[in-house]
């Protein structure tokens, strides 16, 4: 993680809608603290899916498309994958998803 931090809130550096700035900056204590801001307690199947995004940012440096998170979460929660995806993260999978991961807000989509 970077040493640039918003000695505010000890958080990186964020955009105006709360997305942080560099990826590179993100770590589990900053998913706790925006998953917070977002009123969301993380559990093994946020972090599952989190985990899973981060690697698929690792290796290919763009934020996992959600249809790539819901086949990870069929392995894990079968059919209804896609259902889960969206109890974990009620307010959306760029809104909530992305945002406690790390990402920049994927700009060419939509906010569901």
Known sequence: MNDTLDATNLMPPRDDEGYL???GDWNETVARNLAREENL?????HWDAIRFMRAHYEEHQVAADARFVIRHLA???GKDAHRRLFELFPYGYVKQACKIAGMRRPRAWSTG
């Open 21 to 23: 700035i560099d990826p």
């Open 75 to 77: 392995a894990r929660v």
């Open 41 to 45: 307690q993380l559990d093994e199947d």
